[in-house]
């Protein structure tokens, strides 16, 4: 196995904390979580007291203020694990990001605190039934009056969506000004005319509540705003999306090597034609291949996250990791259930839950077809 320098002592002393709490407070209820459509609350208070959410977040707004290694961590371990439902890395490292790069001292003062608590659980909603990734045709609206703003429109494929007290909602301030007409929001879910709702029966992911949002006619105080004016909601989505890209990346190859893992277990036990699976030379080439993938993309993986702490990962660096590494883990979680046969695609083995798991990777942040386009953009 090829080394991670990446990660010091400190880090990895941290791994070992994370990966017993999430052996001893998910991994045994992940089975009820999916039947439940989402993951109790409690589990997120249990994490905020390890410091497992928000860690990036400066000490003065509540969070532990250490590097996003520590982030990447707790997604390693949290997909690993193949706890899907755990929503934490868009509540610790995309939507806490906006509102620490782009909000107020008094929203950052407001809000952060409360997060990195677990008081306050977060989503951000981007999507629209007729958008999908097309974020400049979003018709979700805020119309300025007075001290407020009227937000009307609904969003969809909301991630913590049933559970979100605080959304960061995506609208157009100037339908007329296309990008330049976008502003976003932070949406508190108790207010009059904000409601969620149904919660989404996915093909995989079932114990992450995804959901349906709607908002009619949402006063949302001008102090709400994110940014210093109007209209920097499309810049700011588009700045802070290389990191989100990351993240899926960290996810993905976190899967496939906890895939992998299972699998090279099981053919060591399961038998066949009186001897382990593993001794079938079909067997043994496909885990070497599949192994080498693996060992590429890590590599990649680590490598981008040198950059982003670098503040140098770029837009088209991110989408090619995106792509990549989405595409490799449901490769890799298909050719991981051919090696256990009828037994992986059945609902009770970790491996039939993780192919399901990984089919959505392919579609959010950006379809890879986005990226793929992105990338392109750049020849």
């Given at each position: 196995?090829?080394?991670?320098?990446?990660?010091?002592?400190?880090?990895?002393?941290?791994?070992?904390?994370?990966?017993?709490?999430?052996?001893?407070?998910?991994?045994?209820?992940?089975?009820?979580?999916?039947?439940?459509?989402?993951?109790?609350?409690?589990?997120?208070?249990?994490?905020?007291e390890?410091?497992?959410?928000?860690?990036?977040?400066?000490?003065?707004?509540?969070?532990?203020?250490?590097?996003?290694?520590?982030?990447?961590?707790?997604?390693?371990?949290?997909?690993?694990?193949?706890?899907?439902?755990?929503?934490?890395?868009?509540?610790?490292?995309?939507?806490?990001p906006?509102?620490?790069?782009?909000?107020?001292?008094?929203?950052?003062?407001?809000?952060?605190?409360?997060?990195?608590?677990?008081?306050?659980?977060?989503?951000?909603?981007?999507?629209?039934?007729?958008?999908?990734?097309?974020?400049?045709?979003?018709?979700?609206?805020?119309?300025?009056?007075?001290?407020?703003?009227?937000?009307?429109g609904?969003k969809?494929?909301?991630?913590?969506?049933?559970?979100?007290?605080?959304?960061?909602?995506?609208?157009?301030?100037?339908?007329?000004?296309?990008?330049?007409?976008?502003?976003?929001?932070?949406?508190?879910?108790?207010?009059?005319?904000?409601?969620?709702?149904?919660?989404?029966?996915?093909?995989?992911?079932?114990?992450?509540?995804?959901?349906?949002?709607?908002?009619?006619?949402?006063?949302?105080?001008?102090?709400?705003?994110?940014?210093?004016?109007?209209?920097?909601?499309?810049?700011?989505?588009?700045?802070?999306?290389?990191?989100?890209?990351?993240?899926?990346?960290?996810?993905?190859?976190?899967?496939?090597?906890?895939?992998?893992q299972?699998?090279?277990?099981?053919?060591?036990?399961?038998?066949?034609?009186?001897?382990?699976?593993?001794?079938?030379?079909?067997?043994?080439?496909k885990?070497?291949?599949?192994?080498?993938?693996?060992?590429?993309?890590?590599?990649?993986?680590?490598?981008?996250?040198?950059?982003?702490?670098?503040?140098?990962?770029?837009?088209?660096?991110?989408?090619?990791?995106?792509?990549?590494?989405?595409d490799?883990?449901?490769?890799?979680?298909?050719?991981?259930?051919?090696?256990?046969?009828?037994?992986?695609?059945?609902?009770?083995?970790?491996?039939?839950r993780?192919?399901?798991?990984?089919?959505?990777q392919?579609?959010?942040?950006?379809?890879?077809?986005?990226?793929?386009?992105?990338?392109?953009?750049?020849?």
């Open positions: 196995m090829i080394s991670r320098p990446l990660f010091d002592s400190d880090h990895n002393q941290f791994r070992d904390t994370v990966t017993r709490f999430l052996e001893h407070e998910a991994v045994p209820h992940h089975g009820q979580w999916e039947k439940d459509g989402q993951v109790s609350r409690e589990l997120w208070t249990k994490a905020a390890l410091g497992l959410l928000c860690p990036n977040v400066p000490e003065e707004y509540g969070g532990a203020g250490v590097d996003f290694r520590y982030s990447a961590v707790v997604m390693e371990e949290v997909s690993r694990l193949g706890l899907s439902g755990i929503g934490f890395f868009l509540h610790s490292d995309i939507v806490a906006y509102i620490l790069h782009y909000g107020t001292e008094e929203q950052k003062q407001k809000y952060l605190p409360r997060m990195a608590r677990g008081e306050m659980i977060t989503a951000i909603a981007m999507t629209e039934p007729g958008a999908g990734s097309d974020l400049q045709s979003i018709r979700t609206t805020a119309v300025r009056d007075g001290d407020h703003y009227i937000l009307n609904s969809t494929f909301i991630t913590n969506g049933q559970m979100a007290d605080l959304v960061i909602v995506v609208a157009k301030t100037d339908p007329k000004e296309g990008a330049k007409g976008t502003s976003l929001f932070l949406v508190e879910a108790d207010w009059e005319g904000f409601a969620k709702g149904r919660n989404l029966e996915k093909v995989g992911m079932k114990a992450q509540d995804t959901s349906e949002l709607f908002f009619q006619d949402v006063k949302v105080p001008a102090e709400n705003l994110l940014g210093s004016s109007e209209g920097q909601g499309f810049m700011q989505l588009m700045q802070e999306l290389p990191q989100e890209r990351l993240l899926v990346g960290l996810v993905a190859l976190a899967a496939c090597e906890g895939a992998f299972w699998t090279l277990d099981y053919t060591k036990e399961r038998k066949a034609f009186g001897k382990p699976v593993i001794g079938f030379q079909n067997t043994r080439f885990l070497a291949e599949l192994k080498a993938d693996i060992t590429a993309g890590r590599t990649f993986v680590d490598r981008c996250m040198e950059l982003h702490l670098d503040g140098k990962l770029d837009v088209q660096t991110a989408a090619m990791l995106k792509q990549w590494t989405t490799l883990q449901c490769r890799v979680m298909d050719e991981c259930l051919q090696l256990f046969g009828g037994y992986g695609y059945m609902w009770e083995y970790p491996i039939a993780a192919w399901a798991d990984a089919r959505v392919r579609i959010y942040a950006g379809t890879n077809e986005i990226m793929k386009e992105i990338v392109a953009r750049s020849f």
